[in-house]
């Protein structure tokens, strides 16, 4: 019985980390906490990993970071690791505040969030910081209480700058479009103070930020307060009131469910320690998503993600290799009750006909608008059907009779076969027009090349790396020479083919070659 592995990214997310209904909090105090279990006696250490970035997602290289007694600098993706960040004895996790600073241009910037880090699971990723001036930053801060109007220790509040709608095609998302959340527990009073909050884009185009505070604990009915506008210097008092319930109610379907599969090379992320190929294939992947009008979504943090096990065909396996990998992302929608989403997965139909669906993974995360799933099973050429189903926070789990999805919703899409290229790769010295050979793979619509004159890790501007080349083919076109000759210089290329759906509900597939180098003298 193979393990269905998870690839994690820091996109531009919102990390928010509902509880599930049986965990029990205590002892929580504000900038450090911890979640205390007394069944669990041993103590671990883990590395906490995640990135620095301004508010539109850019990377903030050379940022001092400390969090745990630990310290580090921002790399040049800006990443960071705290290598070892331990959780006591007795405790089943602990609350981490991490900050984040650095002199730009002369003007001081900072930034702040927690993480849970959890006893003996391992590597904790996506511990992400968002940086602003100091001089725009904003406070937000109050007390959570219940019904009765007894303070909630440990209860969490979450605040993300959006969401933000964005239509293509006469289809309208929604997504939040920051890299990290600002979030923080409750301290035995009920509690709170989020500091160090962006008011104003990077560029300074905008005065004031529009936010989307949510307050959760378990076994209550989640607060969410809209449109709260944050200005420079500015104190906001923000208290919730949580009902605590024992039914659920009936969850939105999701809308807008897409489900794109690409087949690439290396796995593409941009996590901590990532190299510079991974970087560029991840930034690949979202120029084509964007491309169609797919803004980059919130994937659950990994601790949220609760992978299945599943009987696989041993006769299916990846191309040597290759990765492939499906993206799957839906709209945003508000829900007080919404736990979290399960997602869905199909490699064949029933004697009816139908998708014969099994539980992929269950998201533990109800402002997650995005997965990326990758399967040794995964075959080009196979047909697999997606959908996602909303889980109530309440009522979860129901042993068993946990809501469907809208049948209607369901995706299809199809794995391509990997893309090689021929001719140049490594480096080798060509004419000032070479002639650029690839081979062929079927059932595509077009072949992209791609030309660079420095790597195409996107990492230079808030756009990235340019090509000085692109050129669209037919599919038939397995060569190509540049219209115009090339100046002495080392260059990177690579090709993507793409298929087009011909229906809404087939989903796209690409696939993208190693990239490849040659070097005019």
């Known amino acids: 019985m193979p393990t269905v592995y998870l690839i994690t990214r820091a996109r531009k997310a919102v990390a928010l980390c509902l509880l599930p209904a049986l965990c029990w909090l205590a002892g929580c105090s504000s900038g450090s906490s ?36 630990q310290t580090a600098t921002s790399t040049q993706q800006g990443a960071f690791v705290l290598p070892s960040v331990t959780v006591p004895a007795g405790q089943s996790s602990s609350i981490v505040t991490i900050t984040a600073s650095k002199t730009i241009a002369g003007v001081p910037w900072s930034g702040e969030n927690t993480v849970e880090v959890l006893n003996g699971t391992g590597p904790t990723s996506n511990a992400n910081v968002v940086m602003s ?18 303070p909630l220790a440990g209860a969490r509040v979450f605040m993300a700058p959006g969401p933000v709608s964005s239509t293509s095609g006469g289809v309208t998302s929604q997504y939040f479009s920051s890299l990290g959340s600002f979030t923080t527990y409750t301290n035995t009073s009920g509690r709170y103070t989020l500091p160090m909050i962006p008011t104003v884009t990077a560029d300074g185009t905008q005065s004031a930020q529009i936010y989307t505070v949510s ?72 120029a084509l998503l964007l491309k169609r009008g797919i803004q980059p979504g919130h994937q659950a943090a990994s601790r949220n993600v609760q992978m299945h096990t599943r009987n696989s065909m041993q006769t299916r396996s990846v191309p040597s290799g290759s990765i492939i990998e ?34 992929e993974a269950l998201l533990r995360d109800s402002l997650a608008d995005q997965f990326f799933d990758t399967d040794p099973a995964f075959t080009p050429g196979q047909v697999y059907y997606y959908n996602v189903a909303p889980l109530d926070t309440i009522l979860f789990p129901q042993n068993g009779t946990e809501p469907t999805p809208d049948p209607n919703a369901t995706m299809q899409v199809s794995p391509l076969s990997p893309l090689s290229l021929q001719s140049p790769i490594g480096g ?34 808030t756009d990235g790396v340019s090509p000085i080349v692109t050129q669209t083919l037919p599919p038939a076109t397995t060569s190509y020479t540049p219209s115009a000759p090339l100046a002495s210089g080392t260059y990177y290329w690579f090709v993507i083919a793409q298929y087009t759906p011909p229906t809404r509900n087939t989903g796209y597939a690409y696939s993208i070659s190693p990239i490849g180098s040659f070097v005019v003298p």
Do not use: H
């Open 34 to 69: 911890s979640i205390s279990n007394p069944g669990n006696t041993g103590s671990s250490t883990n590395q906490v990993a995640g990135n620095v970035s301004d508010v539109n997602s850019s990377p903030i290289v050379g940022a001092a970071v400390s969090g745990a007694g």
């Open 215 to 286: 307050a959760s604990f378990a076994g209550y009915i989640n607060q969410t307060t809209s449109n709260v506008t944050l200005t420079a210097g500015q104190t906001a008092a923000l208290n919730f009131t949580l009902t605590a319930s024992s039914s659920g109610s009936t969850q939105p379907l999701v809308s807008n469910l897409d489900a794109s599969m690409f087949t690439v090379p290396v796995v593409p992320t941009r996590a901590a320690g990532a190299t510079a190929q991974q970087i560029a294939y991840q930034n690949i992947i979202d």
């Open 326 to 359: 499906t993206n799957i992302t839906w709209n945003y929608q508000a829900s007080n009750s919404l736990f979290g989403f399960d997602i869905l997965r199909a490699d064949n139909l029933t004697n009816a006909g139908a998708p014969n669906f099994f539980s």
């Open 133 to 150: 001036p100091v001089s725009t930053q904003a406070t937000v801060t109050g007390q959570i209480t219940d019904q009765n109007g007894s």
């Open 428 to 461: 080798q010295t060509v004419s000032s027009q070479p002639v650029l050979a690839w081979s062929s793979i079927s059932n595509i619509g077009q072949y992209t090349v791609l030309i660079y004159n420095q790597f195409p890790d996107y990492q230079s501007t």
